[in-house]
């Protein structure tokens, strides 16, 4: 006789487990303590087996006979509902290890170490404040590009276009780690073209200096800096040196070779990660020693102010730039590459020298082991005229080119 709700909540524990059956195998067990479990009893292949559906009242009658009816559904097409059971959990389980938030943090740990300090922590914290909480939570596999396309526009409305290009370019990455790794099969970045979607980028160069007048008043003004002895200091290498800000900064004794006159910039600090060496002009070690005399027996050559273990903060030099009277619309930190790239190129020296130098040579993986000593004899050469020529234009010199138009 079939079960109704009525006989179920009336029906007492006994001193055994009690079994009260609905037909087609489904049965409610009844436990001495009171507890109401659904179980359906089966055979399949030749072997009898059970399978629970949960506890009444919280699996009501109604459910049971239909989870008994898909399961009878199942037998009918040569499936063990118990195994199936097991199958459909795993997946998702599977499903849930795999989502974008996980896969993501996953290519993230592999990524970091490859990477400069400063340039993690940004790529975490996009991901947790632009990613993750809109489809960190989704399956990788279920991902297309209209949900990549929701993350990109979420972060275009604010305005901050560059940082939607460059998530389109992260998320891409973690897509195509994805599919590396057998944990997808596409990538839904590569059905979105930015420019079909965003507004043309508006490029914007650095502020510099680059009129050779213009240059040597800021130069006087650098030495008439009165701000603290560690900043004067980085300020006078910089226009020397024109390495990046970042490089200058997280400058190290250890990286320095007095006797062959050259700081080398381990891959780990550069932009492109390949070594860099820096030929240093006289000048730039006059002024390395006068520093040394008070940070060098530490590990930076320009600590921050609070303490000696980390570098100076990336905002000094830029500051220091703002306390002289120059606007951030007139120059910058890395402004004096800029500077450098222009000045030196009127000055006639060699394009390609001008560019190694800059650390703007082309990578690949053939010359990649030996391209940051390519023109290094004739960049050692560039660096001293280089400094002398800042010298005659800090003097208020005429200096005269090193090479001659031809009209």
Known sequence: MALTDTAIRQ?????KRIRLFDGGGLYLEISPAGGKLWRLKYRFNSKEKLLAFGCYPDISLAVARKRRAEARELLSQGIDPSEHRKATKSMQAGLAANTFEVIGREWYAKTAPTLAQSTKTKL????????????????????AAPDLLSVIRRIE????????????????????????????????SRDIELKD????????????????????????AIEGFTGSFTTRCALRLAPLLFVRPGELRHAEWAELDFTKGEWRI???????????????????????????????????VFPGE????????????????????????????????????????????????????LAHGERNKVSAAYNYAEYLPERRKMMQQ?????????????VILLHRKTA
Not at 197 to 220: C, G, K, M, Y
Not at 328 to 339: A, D, I, L, Q, V
């Open 11 to 15: 029906a007492k524990p006994g001193d």
């Open 124 to 143: 975490l914290k996009r991901l947790e404040s632009d990613a993750f909480p809109i489809i960190g939570h989704r399956p990788i596999t279920e991902l």
């Open 157 to 188: 409305s604010r305005g901050a276009m560059e940082i939607a290009r460059r998530m389109h370019n992260i998320c891409g990455r973690i897509f195509r780690y994805a599919v590396g790794h057998g944990l997808s099969t596409r990538d839904p």
């Open 197 to 220: 979607i965003l507004p043309p980028a508006n490029v914007q160069h650095h502020a510099s200096v680059t009129d050779p007048q213009a240059a040597a008043e800021l130069l006087r």
């Open 266 to 300: 381990p891959a780990s600090k550069m932009k492109m990660k390949e070594q860099h060496i820096v030929p240093l002009p006289t000048q730039a070690i006059i002024i390395l020693r006068e520093i040394q005399a008070v940070t060098g027996g530490g590990r930076y």
């Open 306 to 357: 609070r303490t000696r273990a980390r570098p100076m903060s990336e905002n000094t030099v830029n500051a220091a730039l703002r306390r002289m009277g120059y606007t951030k619309e007139e120059m910058t930190g890395h402004g004096f590459r800029s500077m450098a790239s222009t000045l030196l190129h009127e000055l006639g020296l060699p394009h390609a020298v001008i560019e190694r130098q």
């Open 386 to 398: 280089w400094a002398d020529y800042l010298d005659k234009l800090k003097a208020g010199a005429d």
